[in-house]
């Protein structure tokens, strides 16, 4: 007799469909989770050790951000499990009163490979910290997750690089699925804690259609597109998210993970993409680099020097609206001076560039809501390419064009 299938029995999640773009399939959403309103499409900022560099929880919350990204696996090594449960777990910690996203710690499996062996078991880890050994099993996973009190908690998955080929791939992919099954009966807390499923396969669509149709049938609340943004090409990219936002129930919230440059999160959006994170805005904000609507400005460069007009003009960010509303502002030749040597200019740029990317996804959004979405992408693309259309990159006209958006149109 074959095993019933284990399926999520509760949900602390609402998700509805406010508007649905009538060409792509772009949509906006309304997700409740249990500390409050999520807008779709959203950018989640990551905090991996419970902040995130460069901002107050203040400055975050003033930024508009609904909700943000923890790391578990550092979490589970510092403050540690006990200590958590102590603390009453991450919000109290990082005095956070909004929504929290934990990754499993899976990642780490990649990040740390040299470090880490994986079985049948979980993952056995040496601490980059001391190197002491430490086990990351499913169960483990979920425990750790629970002691955070994290509103959208991932499931433990076998993750292998993206260029990874093989029978490996396929072994990750049903091992992520027998995992999810252990991470359902593991969360003691489905009322208030809501379990992503996520999608493994690398870029095999035969492998990918598998993992979809087998993760659907959990009921998770919501979907996590896995396993992509570690260097394939962006054409491979955006079949596999296609493919997959294709095959994954439309009532639930998709999240594609790792994904935080603004093209990709515009392409994706478009594929039907609902949720996204990276470090990418408040790493780059460390290299001196702002990332604007004409693309990205290194203001370590010499031409920046004695440049004393705000990062980006028109944006209302806290240090570029200062100027544009008569203050004196944060001018690029100030940037210029700190970048690289002072902690202040991250500090500033990555208020700058968490604007930036929560307003992207709110300007979608917006152009959802109104039916401009087209309208919208094709000006995103002009704008950052300077109206040169040769200048477009094929993977996104190829990607946009099979959602019935045709960027090279007049």
Known sequence: MKAAVPQVAKSALTF?????????KARAATMILPHGVVETPMFMPVAT???????????????????????TYHLGLKPGKEALDIIGGAHKLQSWSRNILTDSGGFQMVSLLKLATITEEGVRFLSPHDGSPMLLTPEHSIE????????????????????????????????????????????????????????????????????????????TPGI??????????KTEFCKVVSHCTDLLPRNKPIYCMGVGYAEDMVV??????????????????????????VGVLN???????????VVEPGCRCPICRLQEDGGMGVTRSFIHHLAAKETAGAHLLTLHNVHYQLNLMRSARASIVNNEFPEFVKSFFATLHGGQKDKYPQWAIDALRNVNIDLLAE
């Not at 009190?149 to 027998?178: C, F, K, N, Y």
């Not at 379990?195 to 959990?218: P, S, V, Y």
């Not at 994706?268 to 609507?293: E, H």
């Open 268 to 293: 994706s959006v478009a594929m039907g993409v609902d949720l996204f994170d990276c470090v990418y805005p408040t790493r780059t904000a460390r290299f001196g680099n702002a990332i604007t609507a």
């Open 16 to 24: 509805e469909i406010a508007a649905q773009c009538s060409t792509s």
């Open 49 to 71: 050790q419970a902040s995130l560099k460069g901002l107050t929880p203040e400055q975050l919350e003033d930024l508009g951000c609904k909700i943000c990204l923890n790391n």
């Open 144 to 219: 750790l997750q629970n002691s955070i009190g994290s509103d959208i908690i991932m499931q433990l998955d076998d993750v292998v690089h993206t260029l990874t080929t093989g029978p490996r791939v396929e072994e990750a992919m049903w091992r992520s699925v027998r995992w999810l099954d252990r991470c359902i009966a593991a969360n003691k807390n489905e009322d208030r804690q809501n379990l992503f499923a996520i999608i493994q396969g690398g870029l095999d669509l035969r492998l990918r259609d598998i993992c979809c149709k087998e993760m659907a049938k959990r009921n």
């Open 224 to 233: 996590a597109i896995g396993g992509l943004s570690g260097g394939e090409a």
């Open 299 to 309: 203001l370590r460069n010499k031409c920046f020097a004695e440049d004393l007009s």
